[in-house]
């Protein structure tokens, strides 16, 4: 299957495989050589985390303080 003008075929015009996928996507950092996975972003943030709570002064992500530290990941 191919797209128009675009990268998003899984083969090229000749039918080759254009990549392939990983066994255990869960487990991958990066979701291609550029792009963190769901895993990675969530890495990420959980070595961000006590930064973040310390920046939002203590609240979390919950709006009016109250010091329960949770956050939401929202991925695009």
């Not at 990549?19 to 972003?41: R, V």
């Amino acid at each position: 299957m191919l797209c128009t003008g675009f990268e998003c075929g899984n083969v090229d015009e000749k039918g080759n495989t254009k990549y392939t996928l990983c066994e255990k996507p869960k487990l991958s950092f990066f979701w291609d050589n550029l792009h963190l996975s769901q895993n990675g972003w969530y890495s990420v943030f959980t070595q961000l985390e006590s930064s973040l709570s310390q920046i939002n002064g203590g609240g979390g992500g919950g709006g009016g303080g109250g010091g329960s530290n949770h956050y939401e990941i929202v991925l695009f």
